[in-house]
């Protein structure tokens, strides 16, 4: 079992910045993939950027692209977010997630998920 908890939501203005952290515990050596993911009111839950072991390879989403950075601590299992320049359509519950395979930018390719943090952007 893996378990993950989010930290470093909140409310911004546009165009300012905020950065998400995920602590990973439990049984965390054999993770391959590392993500986040966020939802909207309204919609559904969407990819937002990906890590694999290492931080050897990074994938994220178009709108991620240039303004977000994922990074992670291996030796401290914690996983980061740098969103800057935000948008209003930014705003979402934002999850880590964490899986033993290499995994896409795929919700349901991931097992293990933290409880979300709120991240509100205001124009």
């Known amino acids: 079992q893996v378990q993950l908890v989010e930290s470093g939501g909140g409310s911004v203005q546009a165009g300012g910045s905020l950065r998400l952290s995920c602590a990973a515990s439990?049984?965390?050596?054999?993770?391959?993939?590392m993500a986040w993911f966020r939802q909207a009111s309204g919609k559904e839950r969407e990819g937002v950027a990906t890590?694999?072991?290492?931080?050897?390879?990074?994938r994220y989403a178009d709108s991620a692209k240039g303004r977000f950075t994922i990074s992670q601590d291996a030796a401290k299992n914690i996983l980061s977010l740098q969103m800057n320049s935000l948008r209003p359509e930014d705003t979402a519950i934002y999850f880590c997630?964490?899986?033993?395979?290499?995994?896409?930018?795929?919700?349901?390719?991931?097992?293990?998920w933290g409880q979300g943090t709120q991240v509100t952007v205001s124009s």
């Open positions: 997630a964490a899986d033993y395979g290499y995994r896409a930018l795929v919700p349901r390719y991931y097992k293990y």
């Open positions: 439990g049984y965390t050596y054999s993770i391959s993939s």
């Open positions: 890590i694999y072991p290492g931080g050897s390879s990074t």
